[in-house]
T-cell receptor
Framework: EADIYQTPRYLVIGTGKKITLECSQTMGHDKMYWYQQDPGMELHLIHYSYGVNSTEKGDLSSESTVSRIRTEHFPLTLESARPSHTSQYLC??????????FGQGTRLTVV | DAKTTQPPSMDCAEGRAANLPCNHSTISGNEYVYWYRQIHSQGPQYIIHGLKNNETNEMASLIITEDRKSSTLILPHATLRDTAVYYCIADNQFYFGTGTSLTVIP
């Protein structure tokens, strides 16, 4: 069982609000990832990090930002939520070339 | 972007082996091949990974061609619970492609 946690699990929020999705892991993993997935569709990598103070954008253009100030913490922030941001957001972490473990995901609905 | 190509869907009879192919012709020498599966919208579940040699664990076997340009995931005795979308990843950034939707038929 992987120790990677995402909060909240579900979030309904109004347009224009600022939100932060939390992702934490207690395994000391250096690599962390954020994915966005619409129902029945593929996972899109939106951000990744190879360590503290390292962040990169993935292949899907995203209006979100991330930070990696501590090894165990990789929060994702939307400055101004829009209905187009409604989706499931999945966080993952891994060590070196070993497998990545996924959290349970956050289902975001922007109304 | 994902560097893999997989068939969009496959069927397999329950109890038979499921062989899922993946092409990754642009894989680099230090990039591993990883396989995951996803059931409904749960977080993807790790299955197996390898670099050059064939690998086996309690879930599956991974066969990587000698030139490393393709691989096959083998589920030796498919069950109904193996119905899922299977993803092959062949890069160090962990880009997921479109995957293969495997349906195990009773």
């Amino acid at each position: 069982e992987a120790d990677i946690y995402q909060t909240p699990r579900y979030l309904v929020i109004g347009t224009g609000k600022k939100i932060t999705l939390e992702c934490s892991q207690t395994m000391g993993h250096d690599k962390m990832y954020w994915y966005q997935q619409d129902p029945g569709m593929e996972l899109h990598l939106i951000h990744y990090s190879y360590g503290v103070n390292s962040t990169e954008k993935g292949d899907l253009s995203s209006e979100s930002t991330v930070s990696r100030i501590r090894t165990e913490h990789f929060p994702l922030t939307l400055e101004s939520a829009r209905p187009s941001h409604t989706s499931q957001y999945l966080c993952a972490s891994g060590l070196g070339n070993t497998e990545a473990f996924f959290g349970q995901g956050t289902r975001l609905t922007v109304v | 972007d994902a560097k893999t190509t997989q068939p969009p869907s496959m069927d397999c009879a329950e109890g038979r082996a499921a062989n899922l192919p993946c092409n990754h012709s642009t894989i680099s020498g230090n990039e591993y091949v990883y396989w995951y599966r996803q059931i409904h919208s749960q977080g993807p579940q790790y299955i197996i990974h390898g670099l050059k040699n064939n690998e086996t664990n309690e879930m599956a076997s991974l066969i990587i061609t000698e030139d490393r340009k393709s691989s096959t995931l083998i589920l030796p005795h498919a069950t109904l619970r193996d119905t899922a979308v299977y993803y092959c990843i062949a890069d160090n950034q962990f880009y997921f492609g479109t995957g293969t939707s495997l349906t195990v038929i009773p």
